[in-house]
């Protein structure tokens, strides 16, 4: 399959790990909370975060996940592996290359398998199953977004934003093992995508991707229905996952919240439980519900609910609230203690105003869960910033500090290497209507360059080390290009300028 998306994130000397396997991803923050990078097709990112992250793993698995099963662990082990849930297989694979990792780096136990990885990204899902039913906690969770008229006259001038609580358990094991995860996937269809979450953890908690859409999971405590182990349900997770990672699923040409409301109509059986998504995309679009949407999903018909500011949900303005039950989902508006706090702060300044302190501000004093609250973030899809406020052990993450992330760092190819044997480069950058191969003059290459979306705008093959693209017809703006040959793989970003 040939290696196309974005492989100009791929830019520093693979770190060899004296195994067969090269360990394709680096830690740029070795200290809890761990910030990690991993390149690569599915199996290579896999091993990557096993074997640079294999001793967290361990413990959260050990301490947390497998305790919740107990006895029944064999049981929902066999489950998984005679398709109780419709699992891709190029994440079977990765949870391979996450067993062979961990077991490299020197910390498996000896009873770790990668139905052990696969059980740690589909707990919540099999808590609902009527054939198993093992209560497992589920992430309480809240989230406010806010766009438009909302942001307006705040510095975010009617940008964006989400902030979301993540309220958890607080067990060591827990608290000490929280990871940003950042992906550079090379497989075609697939763009870079970053979770916010857990070591171990494949699929998506709280996560976006590089073309500005995120996506938050929550539970929805007031869905009663029982799942069936005969649907074969999609884990949330991973519908999440794929919702950040693959480009442009509904195939519209655009990445905003219809991906994500494309992702969950795939799965025609609904999900193993009540889950609710909020997702955010960049207020670039003629439609609010394209940057701002709630989805209420469930084993029992109406199997997809979503909902955007059309809705009569008693919040004012352009703003859309979430916490753990269900507003739309069968006209239920279950109001909430955390809900009405949320909209009585947000009455008392007429739902404007909003900016990224008023955001935080009413997030952590009307919509906490106390002491459970393991992770708090605040998203700004245009202006690429992440804040997130990290439970530390004594203190709810709400009470703490944020810490700022700068996107365009965690999704740079700084310090990820680039698979090049012999010396090549593309000239002028900035350009205008040419590109200029600088390379060996007898070696043949392959051009492609795409859009910051994922889609491929140019390929030409037969090229030589001196010869040059017509990119005349492109807008201005900022591309990423890749150079093929027999011998080596060069990526890049280039900006072209009109």
């Known amino acids: 399959m040939r290696k196309r998306l974005l492989l100009f994130l791929i830019s520093l000397i693979v770190v060899s790990s004296g195994f067969s396997q090269p360990v394709q991803g680096v830690l740029v923050q070795n200290t809890n909370p761990y910030i990690l990078k991993v390149w690569g097709n599915h199996y290579e990112r896999g091993y990557a975060m096993g074997y640079l992250l294999g001793e967290q793993i361990a413990d959260i698995y050990g301490n947390y996940v497998a305790p919740q099963f107990g006895s029944s662990l064999p049981m929902a082990k066999l489950m998984i592996q005679q398709g109780l849930f419709t699992i891709d297989s190029v994440f079977i694979s990765e949870a391979h ?54 942001t307006a006259a705040s510095e975010l001038g009617g940008k964006t934003i989400i902030t979301r609580h993540l309220d958890w358990s607080t067990e060591t094991c827990v608290l000490n093992n929280q990871a940003i995860i950042i992906h550079f996937p090379t497989d075609p269809g697939e763009q870079p995508w970053l979770l916010i979450g857990f070591a171990g953890q494949m699929g998506v908690l709280s996560g976006l991707n590089l073309s500005g859409l995120g996506v938050f999971q929550h539970s929805m405590s007031d869905s009663y229905s029982p799942g069936y182990s005969t649907q074969h349900y999609e884990p949330v997770w991973f519908f999440l996952r794929r919702t950040l990672e693959q480009t442009d699923i509904n195939g519209d040409g655009v990445s905003n919240t219809l991906d994500m409301r494309a992702a969950a109509l795939q799965n025609i059986n609904g999900f193993a439980d009540g889950y609710i998504i909020s997702a955010i995309a960049p207020n670039t679009f003629s439609n609010d519900s394209l940057c701002a949407m709630i989805a209420e999903l469930a084993p029992a018909a109406p199997l997809h609910t979503f909902r955007d500011n059309s809705f009569p949900d008693s919040v004012p303005g352009s703003n859309i609230y979430a916490a753990n039950y269900e507003i739309k989902r069968n006209n ?32 952590a004093d009307s919509s906490n869960a106390g002491f459970g609250n393991v992770q708090m973030i605040q998203y700004i899809p245009e202006d690429n910033e992440l804040y997130v406020a990290f439970h530390p052990g004594d203190a709810a993450a709400y009470e703490t500090t944020p810490v700022f992330f700068d996107l365009v760092s965690l999704f740079s190819p700084t310090a990820i290497p680039d698979v090049t044997t012999k010396p090549v480069s593309l000239f002028p950058n900035p350009a205008n209507d040419y590109l200029y191969i600088s390379g060996d003059p007898d070696e043949e290459f392959t051009f492609y360059l795409y859009n910051l979306q994922g889609k491929e705008l140019i390929q030409k093959t037969g090229l030589s080390g001196n010869g040059k693209i017509n990119i005349s017809r492109l807008k201005a703006g900022m591309y990423v290009v890749k150079l093929c040959s027999q011998h080596l793989n060069y990526s890049g970003r280039i900006v072209v300028e009109k």
Request: aromatic share 12%.
């Open 332 to 363: 239920h508006l279950h109001f909430c203690y955390r809900y009405n706090q949320t909209k009585n702060a947000l009455d008392a300044i007429s739902g404007q105003h909003i900016g990224k302190n008023v955001s935080w501000t009413i997030m």
């Open 97 to 150: 290359g996450v067993i062979d990792g961990i077991t490299d780096a020197g910390f498996n136990p000896g009873t770790m398998d990668y139905l052990d990885v696969l059980i740690g990204n589909t707990f919540l899902d099999f808590q609902n199953i009527s054939s198993y039913k093992n209560k497992i906690q589920s992430p309480g969770c809240s989230s406010l977004i806010s766009w438009g008229n909302a």
